[in-house]
């Protein structure tokens, strides 16, 4: 069974600053996405970046990158120049590629992020 | 603009009467879900939907059960609410083998 870990329940971060969330998982699998959602409070989750477990290259979208890897089973997100919007929890998620349709995704148990003025 | 609505936002019911929350979506995706979210929690999926085939999580109380009249909307009933089942109810939807796209919620408080 996949697992996912995110040993950071709580972290916190000026404006501007740039912060890492961790996160790591455990599979046997290996073709898989990894994702970081983002779920501000009292508001929907979105989707941050997805990661192909295939693909070497980091994802990056804006301000938002991974660290991808593979071999130590690790996905850390970076947030560069930190904003008050990005004040929300984070999840960090695993799903099996290909296989059964609707695979599920394993989420961590996420992390609170704060970003302060 | 393509999305998943979930009505009501808000759902207050009494311990043990029965309740029905609702999904919709315009993302044409074939796949829906549901999951539970209990305050500071990573999401639970309870279920999902692949088109017409009904897929049950195997720790899913049988107290939930879900409908899915058609490609756009997805239903969540709860029998006999306890407690314990106050949460945030998220909708999700996805083409078979893609990301997950969340809709904003439910929160069902149980008196």
């Known amino acids: 069974a996949q697992t996912v870990t995110q040993s950071q329940p709580e972290m916190s971060v000026q404006e501007a600053e740039t912060v890492t969330l961790s996160c790591t998982y455990d599979?046997?699998?290996?073709?898989?996405?990894l994702f970081w959602y983002k779920q501000p409070p009292s508001r929907q989750m979105i989707l941050v970046i997805r990661?192909?477990?295939?693909?070497?290259q980091n994802a990056t979208e804006n301000r938002f990158s991974v660290n991808f890897q593979k071999a130590a089973k690790s996905f850390s997100l970076k947030i560069s120049d930190s904003q008050l919007g990005d004040t929300a929890m984070y999840f960090c998620?695993?799903?099996?590629?290909?296989?059964?349709?609707?695979?599920?995704?394993?989420f961590g148990k996420g992390t609170t992020l704060s970003v302060s003025s | 603009d393509a999305m998943v609505i979930q009505n009501p936002r808000y759902q207050v019911t009494q311990f043990g009467k029965p309740v029905t929350l609702s999904c919709s979506q315009t993302?044409?995706?074939?796949?829906m879900y549901w999951y539970q979210q209990k305050s500071s929690q990573a999401p639970k999926l309870l279920f999902h939907?692949?088109?017409?085939?009904?897929?049950n999580e195997a720790d899913t109380p049988d107290n939930f059960q879900s409908r899915r009249p058609n490609t756009s909307f997805c239903f969540l009933d709860i029998r006999s609410p306890g407690l314990g089942d106050a949460a945030m109810y998220l909708c999700?939807?996805?083409?078979?083998?893609?990301?997950?796209?969340f809709g904003p919620g439910t929160r069902l408080t149980v008196l």
């Open positions: 999700a939807t996805s083409r078979a083998g893609n990301e997950q796209f």
């Open positions: 599979t046997s699998e290996n073709n898989y996405y």
């Open positions: 990661q192909e477990a295939y693909k070497q």
């Open positions: 998620a695993f799903m099996k590629f290909g296989g059964q349709a609707g695979t599920a995704l394993i």
């Open positions: 993302l044409n995706h074939n796949v």
């Open positions: 939907y692949y088109d017409k085939d009904f897929n």
